[in-house]
C-alpha cells in the first residue's frame, strides 16, 4: 500500500467507520444470491417449456457459469410458448377442426361427443346450454339462443 492508498483505507475505516472488507463480501453475498435466484428462476421456467428435464438442468448450470450471459441467451433461445400453452393450442386445433367437419368436440378435452351433449362425457365440462324457455340446446358459448332468440347469460369458460 502507498501512502495515499493507506490515507484512504484509515479515512474509511477510523474517521467513517467503514470497513472496505465488509463492504466487499456484502458485494459478493448480493451478487450470490441475485445470481441463485436467476439460476432459480431460469430452471422454473425452462421446466415449464422443455420436456426433457436435463436441458432445464443444462440451462441451470449454463447461467450458474456464466452469470447474466447465460440468463440473456436463455431469455433469447428458449422456446415462445410453455408446454401448457402450446396444449391448449394443439387442444384449440383440434377443436377447429372436428367443428368444421361437423363433429361436436369438447372444447377442454377435444373429446368426440354427441350431437345433442351438454356436457363432456370425458371430463364433465359444460359443452352446450339448453335454453330456458324453448328447450333449444345452443352452443355453450351462444349469447342469444338460436331457435327463440332468448338472450342467454354470459358464459364462464
Ligand atoms: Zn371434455
Ligand atoms: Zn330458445
Known amino acids: 500500500m502507498d501512502y495515499q492508498e493507506l490515507t484512504l483505507s484509515y479515512f474509511l475505516t477510523d474517521i467513517l467507520g467503514v470497513n472496505l472488507k465488509s463492504i466487499a463480501v456484502s458485494f459478493i453475498v448480493i451478487g450470490v444470491v441475485l ?3 436467476m439460476v432459480n428462476w431460469v ?81 364433465g365440462a359444460q359443452v352446450a346450454k339448453k335454453c330456458t324457455s324453448c328447450g333449444q340446446v345452443n352452443d355453450y358459448l351462444a349469447k342469444f339462443c338460436k331457435k327463440c332468440g332468448k338472450q342467454f347469460k354470459a358464459t364462464k369458460r
Do not use: H
Not at 64 to 74: A, K, S
Open 35 to 37: 445470481l441463485f435466484l
Open 43 to 123: 430452471v422454473s421456467d425452462a421446466l415449464r417449456r422443455y420436456k426433457d428435464t436435463t436441458i432445464a438442468a443444462i440451462w441451470g448450470l449454463t447461467v450458474l457459469l456464466t452469470n447474466v450471459i447465460g440468463f440473456v441467451l436463455y431469455i433469447i433461445w428458449r422456446p415462445v410458448y410453455t408446454m401448457d400453452e402450446e396444449d391448449a393450442y394443439n387442444l384449440y386445433k383440434k377443436y377447429l377442426e372436428y367443428s368444421l367437419q361437423g363433429i361436436k368436440t369438447c372444447y377442454k378435452c377435444s373429446s368426440v361427443l354427441e350431437e345433442d351433449s351438454l356436457f363432456c362425457t370425458n371430463c
